[in-house]
């Protein structure tokens, strides 16, 4: 599967962007996302991967190559929680990469540095834009550009419209359906992180990462006794779990959270370094042990009753 999409990056010389518009057009859903398991959870669980896509849009018109793009992928992460779906959890998969755009950002979190136009929309800064990771990131994590170019308030709508929406409606949809199921929902937001942070990383260079990092926004997105339960039940394998330290969860799991009313959202970064080399981005010993460890936690998830979350 990682083979593919390897090749050059399609490169558009600033003044030829009259090319980029020849390019933008409505992609394929199955190139937005891909949902393993029922649109109806048979279990209270809902999955999401907002970044483990490598499919690289045509309108890209980046100067980096397919393989630097990759840079910010959570390699994996899909294939790693897919046997879930067996049981009846759902996971939704984004299909493109989170260097065109990343789906854990606002909406209006535009970068407008990057912008060759003014924003004529709801502008939300997240803060990111300064790491250049806002919603269309500007440079890879050691701080190379993206583009030698600014982007035009079309592209930017056009990412919004055809890659950023479709993917928030369906998880929203999976979130609505578990919930009207079962009266509860227990979102993950599934994520990896390197093993040790980049130039552009957050809380600056080389600060190594624990085995797996909690995010529930300062408690604010899901019951802490949830929260709680996950990092016991990773701890008690064996892992170094931190909660919201330094990644506390972004837009993905603050957006359709709602604690009082049985919806908890909680993102869960596995370190890189537990499942795959991430010079060949291939698998490493450690993915079954790690994946096994995941699909009890679901399966455990899955099992909490209502009341038991708060
Ligand atoms: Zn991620």
């Given at each position: ?9 399609i ?50 018109g980046?100067v ?8 910010g992928?959570d ?10 779906s067996?049981?009846?959890v759902?996971l939704l998969a ?9 789906p854990n ?18 502008h939300?800064?997240?803060g990111?834009a ?19 170019r ?5 592209e ?17 949809a ?9 009266g509860?929902?227990?979102h ?13 990383g ?6 190594a ?10 408690g ?47 993102q869960?970064?596995v370190?890189?370094?537990l ?30 009753k ?5």
């Amino acid at each position: 599967m990682l083979s593919g999409g390897r090749g050059p990056a399609i490169r558009v010389r600033p003044d030829n962007r009259a090319a980029i518009l020849l390019l933008m057009h409505v992609p394929n859903e199955r190139d937005v996302w891909v949902l393993h398991g029922p649109a109806v959870a048979e279990r209270p669980v809902v999955l999401d991967s907002p970044h483990s896509g490598w499919h690289m849009p045509a309108d890209f018109g980046s100067v980096r190559t397919a393989a630097e793009l990759r840079d910010g992928e959570d390699c994996f992460i899909d294939e790693l929680y897919a046997p879930a779906s067996a049981s009846g959890v759902p996971l939704l998969a984004a299909q493109f990469p989170r260097t065109y755009l990343d789906p854990n950002r606002h909406a209006g979190d535009v970068d407008l540095e990057l912008l060759a136009g003014a924003w004529p929309h709801e502008h939300v800064p997240s803060g990111k834009a300064r790491i250049g990771k806002s919603l269309i990131w500007r440079t890879l994590d050691d701080g190379r550009p993206i583009y030698d170019r600014r982007l035009s308030v079309a592209e930017v709508l056009h990412r919004i419209e055809h890659y950023h929406r479709p993917y928030h409606r369906q998880l929203r949809a999976l979130l609505d359906a578990a919930h009207a199921r079962h009266g509860v929902v227990f979102h993950i937001n599934c994520h990896s992180m390197n093993a040790v942070s980049g130039t552009m990383g957050e809380g600056g260079a080389g600060i190594a990462r624990a085995d797996i990092v909690l995010g529930d926004r300062d408690g604010t997105t899901c019951a802490p006794a949830f929260t709680s339960f996950v990092r016991d039940f990773l701890a008690a394998r064996g892992y170094e779990v931190k909660v919201n330290d330094p990644f506390k969860g972004v837009e993905l799991v603050r957006a359709y959270a709602d604690p009082a009313a049985g919806r908890h959202s909680l993102q869960l970064e596995v370190n890189k370094r537990l499942y795959m080399d991430n010079t060949s981005l291939t698998r490493t010993e450690g993915y079954a042990r790690l994946q096994q460890a995941l699909m009890e936690l679901i399966a455990a998830i899955g099992e909490r009753k209502e009341g038991s979350a708060r």
